[in-house]
């Protein structure tokens, strides 16, 4: 039986995971996933780990109104609130897209600029501003809050041990920032998937996910591992024409919620 054996969001696009025993879905993925992010100051360019590696340790917790709690070695824990109908929209880029979004205040503002060290800005993006995913994959009207490019990812727990095993040692789920991870299936098998169901809540995968420098990443440490592992290996035995692909990208179809054991059922 296939069981999803593990959930995690991400409040604070590329900062730390959290891991949930249960959880509710809208129209967005997991409730509070990746409705977070951190822009350049001047630009409004999106910042990641992949060029700002200490967001690696990084803590951002959802709260309940949809705010959020930002802590870091060597600086003071900050809650921020949801901001207000009238806040600042700053305009931001994020990949190809330019938005214009909450921004949220500066206080907020001071906090990231000093952990990130150069002049940064925290915003939120509410339902009603939401992006459509990537083009080409999935129906014109499903969309994505601040998520690369799709609501969702999923990971097999096998894809992962057959790459820990090529790889040469165990590699942490982490690395490749999954929401779902599903065990008892076939390393891959999710390659093949294209409806499934978890509870009551139905998903289509979309698309393989083409993976990149962060997960050469230790989510503990921040560190890059000087043998462009496991990125390298994946280069060798899961390249396609968009890249080294590891997990696939879901849509929700309806809300429900989630909990860690629940059966997943292969529709098509």
Not at 5 to 27: N, T, V
Not at 105 to 128: C, H, M, N, Y
Not at 152 to 161: P, R
Request: hydrophobic fraction near 40%; proline fraction near 4%.
């Amino acid at each position: 039986m296939l069981r999803l054996s593990a959930l995690y969001r991400y409040p604070l696009k590329s900062a730390k995971a959290e891991a949930l025993q249960q959880i509710g879905l809208d129209k967005l993925g997991l409730d509070g996933d990746r409705r977070w992010m951190l822009v350049d100051e001047a630009s409004g360019r999106f910042l990641t780990q992949r060029t700002v590696g200490q967001m690696s340790q990084l803590s951002a917790l959802w709260n309940a109104d949809g705010g959020l709690t930002l802590n870091a070695p060597g600086h003071s824990t900050i809650n921020i609130g949801l901001p207000t109908a009238d806040a600042e929209l700053r305009g931001i880029t994020i990949f190809k897209d330019t938005l214009r979004v909450p921004d949220a205040g500066d206080e907020a503002g001071a906090w990231v600029s000093e952990f990130i060290g150069k002049p940064t800005r925290l915003v939120q993006i509410p339902l009603d501003r939401a992006r459509t995913t990537q083009s080409g994959y999935g129906r014109d009207d499903d969309q994505v809050a601040f998520a690369d490019g799709f609501p969702l990812l999923l990971i097999g727990q096998a894809s992962l041990q057959d790459l820990s095993s090529k790889v040469g040692r165990p590699l942490e789920m982490l690395r490749f920032r999954p929401n779902l991870v599903i065990e008892g299936s076939d390393a891959f098998a999710e390659d093949g998937w294209k409806r499934i169901r978890i509870g009551d809540v139905e998903f289509r995968v979309v698309k393989p996910c083409s993976r990149c420098i962060l997960t050469t990443i230790d989510p503990q440490t921040g560190e890059r591992s000087t043998d462009r592992e496991p990125l390298a290996t994946l280069q060798k035995y899961r390249a396609q024409a968009d890249g080294a692909m590891f997990g696939q990208n879901l849509v929700n179809d309806g809300n429900g919620r989630l909990e860690v054991g629940m059966q997943v059922t292969i529709l098509e």
